[in-house]
């Protein structure tokens, strides 16, 4: 499984960003696909995910009613539409894949630990 991230940039405060995260090495009609950030010094925390069948999507309240996940599965890509951002918003992000069940239950869109393949992380930097 291959996870290529892009998008990430430099906005000002109140901008926006798209972010997208192509797939590849294999059909993800079982996975769960998940956007995590990391900033300097913090761990890294769940961002949202959106499940590939069902396209059910989580959010973190933190980003709740201003990030907005999707899929595109002729493409086999995930998008992360940033509005509003703010300086805290300011991380690598990084997109994940997880295989999960019909019963899979929230934690295992939201905990990074359970998630096996991993992109490479695009910078997103918020300036106020």
């Known amino acids: ?3 290529q991230a892009s998008g990430g940039g430099l906005v000002q405060a109140g901008g926006s960003l798209r972010l997208s995260c192509a797939a590849s ?3 993800f009609s079982n996975y769960a696909l998940g956007w995590f950030r ?3 010094g913090k761990e890294r925390e769940f ?3 959106i499940s590939w069948n069902r396209g059910n999507t989580y959010y973190a309240d933190s980003v ?4 907005t996940i999707s899929r595109d599965i002729a493409k ?7 509005n509003s951002l703010k300086p805290e918003d300011t ?3 990084y997109c994940a894949a997880n295989q999960i069940s ?3 239950g929230r934690r295992y869109y939201t905990d990074y630990k359970e998630y096996e393949y991993w992109g490479q992380g695009t910078q997103v930097t918020v300036s106020s």
């Not at 709740?64 to 990030?67: T, V």
């Not at 086999?76 to 940033?82: K, P």
Request: glycine fraction near 6%; hydrophobic fraction near 45%.
């Open 64 to 67: 709740k009613g201003r990030f």
């Open 91 to 93: 991380a690598v992000y």
């Open 102 to 104: 019909a019963w899979s």
């Open 38 to 40: 990391q900033a300097p």
């Open 47 to 49: 961002v949202s995910a």
């Open 25 to 27: 090495g294999r059909t």
């Open 1 to 3: 499984v291959q996870l």
């Open 76 to 82: 086999n890509t995930v998008y992360l539409q940033m």
